[in-house]
C-alpha cells in the first residue's frame, strides 16, 4: 500500500509539473511571432516564427495600414485607415489597450527611442501626427507636404525620417523637440527605405524606379542608383508605378533584400558593394520584408496573393507560403520573454 501510495503521490506531481509546462506562458521562455496587417481586411494574422503557422488573429479595424513596437516590446501600434485610429496592442494578450484619433489616413508609424511617442505620417492631410503613448493623445501636428506615407526611428534614437511621396522629400526630425532638422530630396517620389545602424547611409525605393537610390544622409544626397534585372517584356505597370516596395537589410548588414512587385521576386545584394548575390521567387505583388533577430528568416508578404512567403537567407530558397487575411501589407516580428 506504501509502495502504491508513492506511486500516486509521484504520478501527480508529474502531472502537475507537465500541466505548468504549457507553450511558455506558465513555464516562462522565449516567443517569436511574426504580426501581419491585412490592409483590406479589419486583423492583425499572429504567425509562429518556427512553425510557420497561424496561432490567431487580432481585430484591429477595417484597413490597417502601418505597424510599429514599443523598444521593450510591451506593445505593438496599428494605424486604421477607415477610423483615422492609432491602436495599442498588449502582444502578451492580443488585447487593444489603448486608441487614439488620428488625422486623415494614417499610414506607416514608428515609435521613438524611448518608448514615449508614435509619429503617424497622415497621407491625406500632408501632416505627421504626433502620439503621446501614456496618454494616447495626439500632442502636436507638423506640416509637411504631399502624401506623408512611411517613418523610420535611428538605431540611436536621434532621428525620425518621415518620407513623401508626391511631395518627394524625406523630412528628418529632432524626437525629442519634434522638430524638422533638415530635409532630404532623393530624386523621386519616396516609398519605403531601409536604414544603416549607423545613420549614415539610406536606401530608398522610389516610384518609377525598379530598384532602389542610395542616399549618403550626411551629405543629404543620392549617391548611387541601382536598378533590379530588367522585367520580362510587356509586363504591366505596377499600381502606382510601385516597382520596389520593400527594402530590409540583414541584421548584420551584409545583405540588403529588395522587392521587385512586378516580378514576384525578391532579390539579394551584397553590402556595401551592392553586389546581386540571388533571387527568390515568391507570391504576386511581394510588399515588405521582415527578418528574425537571427536574421536567418525573412518574411515576405504577398500583397495580391493573400500570402506570406518565410525564406531560408543563407539558402535563398522558400520554407513555406502562409496563407493570411486580405491584402497582407506590413510586417514585424517581435521576440519576447513571456511570462
Not at 37 to 45: F, K, Q, R, Y
Not at 169 to 194: C, N, Q, S, T, Y
Not at 299 to 313: G, K, L, Q, R
Request: charged share 20%; aromatic share 6%.
Amino acid at each position: 500500500m506504501k509502495m502504491l501510495a508513492s506511486l500516486l503521490l509521484m504520478s501527480s506531481l508529474a502531472l502537475i509539473f507537465v500541466c505548468n509546462m504549457g507553450p511558455f506562458s506558465r513555464a516562462g521562455g522565449v516567443q517569436s511571432k511574426l504580426y501581419v496587417d491585412n490592409s483590406e481586411g479589419e486583423e492583425l494574422s499572429v504567425v509562429d516564427t518556427k512553425s510557420f503557422k497561424v496561432l490567431g488573429n487580432i481585430k484591429v479595424g477595417l484597413k490597417p495600414h502601418g505597424l510599429a513596437v514599443s523598444p521593450n516590446g510591451d506593445r505593438i501600434y496599428a494605424s486604421v485607415e477607415s477610423n483615422n485610429t492609432l491602436v495599442a496592442v498588449d502582444p502578451a494578450t492580443g488585447q487593444i489597450v489603448g486608441r487614439a484619433a488620428v488625422g486623415n489616413t494614417p499610414n506607416q508609424i514608428t515609435v521613438t527611442a524611448d518608448g514615449r511617442f508614435v509619429y503617424v505620417p497622415l497621407r491625406r492631410a500632408a501632416a505627421v501626427d504626433i502620439v503621446d503613448t501614456r496618454s494616447m493623445k495626439a500632442i502636436k501636428r507638423v506640416p509637411l507636404v504631399e502624401d506623408p506615407h512611411n517613418s523610420y526611428t535611428s538605431a540611436d534614437g536621434k532621428h525620425v525620417y518621415v518620407t513623401t511621396i508626391d511631395g518627394r522629400k524625406i523630412f528628418v526630425f529632432d524626437p525629442h523637440k519634434h522638430e524638422i532638422l533638415f530635409e532630404i530630396e532623393p530624386g523621386g517620389k519616396v516609398r519605403p527605405v531601409a536604414l544603416t545602424k549607423d545613420d549614415s547611409l539610406m536606401y530608398v525605393a522610389l516610384s518609377e524606379l525598379h530598384g532602389f537610390a542610395v542616399v549618403d544622409i550626411k551629405q543629404r544626397k543620392t549617391i548611387k542608383k541601382v536598378e533590379l534585372p530588367k522585367l520580362p517584356p510587356n509586363t504591366p505597370r505596377p499600381y502606382l508605378d510601385t516597382y520596389t516596395h520593400g527594402l530590409a537589410l540583414t541584421p548584420d548588414e551584409k545583405q540588403l533584400w529588395v522587392t521587385s512587385t512586378p516580378g514576384g521576386v525578391v532579390y539579394a545584394y551584397s553590402v556595401p558593394d551592392l553586389k546581386l548575390l540571388g533571387k527568390v521567387e515568391v507570391g504576386k505583388f511581394p510588399n515588405w520584408l521582415a527578418f528574425t533577430p537571427d536574421g536567418k528568416v525573412l518574411f515576405v508578404s504577398n500583397t495580391e496573393s493573400n500570402t506570406v512567403t518565410a525564406i531560408d537567407v543563407s539558402g535563398r530558397k522558400v520554407l513555406a507560403t502562409i496563407p493570411v487575411g486580405k491584402a497582407p501589407k506590413r510586417l514585424l516580428v517581435l521576440t519576447r520573454l513571456e511570462p
